[in-house]
Nanobody
Framework: QVQLVESGGGLVQAGGSLRLSCAASGRTFSRYGMGWFRQAPGKEREFVAAISSSGGTTGYTDSVKGRFTISRDNAKNTIYLQMNSLKPEDTALYYC??????????????????WGQGTQVTVSS
């Protein structure tokens, strides 16, 4: 069983930055592909970024490329999402997810079998 706890969300003005963190329980965290997804009110869940178990492979949805950076620290059982140049359309509930069966889960959300509760990001214009 893996438990994921997100933090770091908040209210920020457009153009600002936030850093999300996701702390994971369990001894096998370093084997898991990890990802960030988001869901805005009235919209479907959307892939944001993913990182392989070693951190050597990353992937992003086009709308955040060049602005967001996903990273992980396996010694701390934590992944991060550095979000710069935030836009109002980035407003959403951001979820951390773990794929316990693949080294890289990618953008396909059914690959991920553990999810956090989410942290709210609100970007004002």
């Amino acid at each position: 069983q893996v438990q994921l706890v997100e933090s770091g969300g908040g209210l920020v003005q457009a153009g600002g930055s936030l850093r999300l963190s996701c702390a994971a329980s369990g001894r096998t965290f370093s084997r898991y592909g990890m990802g960030w997804f988001r869901q805005a009110p009235g919209k479907e869940r959307e892939f944001v970024a993913a990182i392989s178990s070693s951190g050597g492979t990353t992937g992003y949805t086009d709308s955040v490329k060049g602005r967001f950076t996903i990273s992980r620290d396996n010694a701390k059982n934590t992944i991060y999402l550095q979000m710069n140049s935030l836009k109002p359309e980035d407003t959403a509930l951001y979820y951390c997810a773990a794929d316990s069966t693949r080294y890289f889960g990618g953008s396909y959300y059914p690959n991920y079998d553990y999810w956090g509760q989410g942290t709210q990001v609100t970007v004002s214009s």
